[in-house]
């Protein structure tokens, strides 16, 4: 019996979309169970004055995750290629997790190879190396963030270790063309760039209420694996609604001790960070496109 691919592919991004409609219906019941719209606003209104410091902080994550997005590009294209060029082609794609989905961006930057001097088959590589790397730097960032918290229980703490063990086991025998200090530094960054996020939210909730370290901790961490979850659902626009319900749910599961109201505040306030540093990344690479797509074609 053969499988019809492209069958899977639009069931496996319409229950993306499913999971994320579902998500934000699921976020929004319990935000306008515990806030009016008067209280939600002023809420917001407190935090007015920090919004652009959190976006500048966000983007210093994207900044990190490009460049190791731009060192697996540089191992393929072994030609000179500037960093802000990958900043380009990177930030002009990335929006399109938003419209049409999340693998659109991958899309994006698949049908970009011939501009960047790479194959169709070498940028099919990068994408499934980035997004296998990250998945590995998640899971590390998450492991150490959890232990150090010492509030995880110990059986996930085991499971977490195992399934890093296992991603790190693969990640050194697979993409031979990388040698292990280049695959280090790569996943270096994209664990810089995600720890970034964890350390974004934690800092939001300890605006709000008193947290000592054990429960910042944990909560970086907590968020670290939603977002993982957000990015790896097809057709979630963004991780739209599933990043927030993953992060509800698993601050519930493991009984973080932070009022509801604050953690589903909170959650919302990065989302529209997140949304605001996206599009002014896409907005700062239109300046860039002459000069890019000159140097591109010469």
């Known amino acids: 019996m053969q499988i019809d691919k492209a069958r899977l592919k639009q069931i496996a991004v319409t229950f993306g979309k499913f999971l994320g409609i579902a998500g ?33 902080l966000n983007m210093f994550s994207h900044f990190s995750g490009i460049y190791a997005w731009h060192r697996v590009v540089l191992n393929y294209r072994q030609k000179p290629f500037p960093y802000l060029f ?26 970009l190879a011939s501009k960047i ?24 960032a998450t492991a150490v963030l959890a232990l150090a918290s010492g509030m995880i229980e110990t059986w996930l703490l085991a499971a977490l270790f195992g399934a890093l063990a296992v991603a790190a086991a693969i990640y050194v025998k697979t993409f031979p063309s990388l040698s292990p200090l280049e695959k280090l530094r790569i996943s270096f960054f994209q664990a810089l760039s995600i720890l970034i996020q964890g350390i974004l939210i934690a800092w939001i909730i300890a605006l709000q209420m008193p947290l000592n370290a054990s429960l910042f901790l944990a909560v970086a961490a907590i968020y670290i694996v939603s977002w993982l979850v957000g990015f790896v659902t097809p057709g979630a626009s963004g991780g739209v609604g599933v990043r927030e319900g993953a992060f ?51």
């Not at 976020?27 to 306008?32: E, G, M």
């Not at 529209?272 to 860039?288: E, K, R, T, W």
């Open 248 to 298: 509800l749910a698993i601050a519930a599961f493991v009984h973080l001790k932070i009022p509801t109201e604050i953690v589903v505040f909170s959650v919302l306030l990065i989302r529209l960070v997140n949304i605001a540093a996206d599009i002014l990344m896409y907005l700062s690479s239109m300046p860039l496109q002459k000069r890019v797509e000159t140097a591109s074609d010469s």
């Open 117 to 140: 001097g790479l194959t169709q088959k070498q940028m099919a590589k990068i994408s499934l190396f980035v997004t296998s790397s990250l998945l590995l730097s998640t899971l590390i």
């Open 24 to 56: 934000i219906a699921f976020v929004l019941y319990i935000l306008f169970q515990k806030y009016s719209i008067h209280e939600l606003l002023a809420r917001f209104d407190r935090f007015k004055w920090l919004f652009v410091p959190m976006v500048v």
């Open 86 to 111: 990958s900043y380009y082609y990177f930030a002009k794609t990335e929006i399109a997790k938003y419209l049409p989905g999340n693998i659109f961006h991958l899309v994006g930057r698949q049908a």
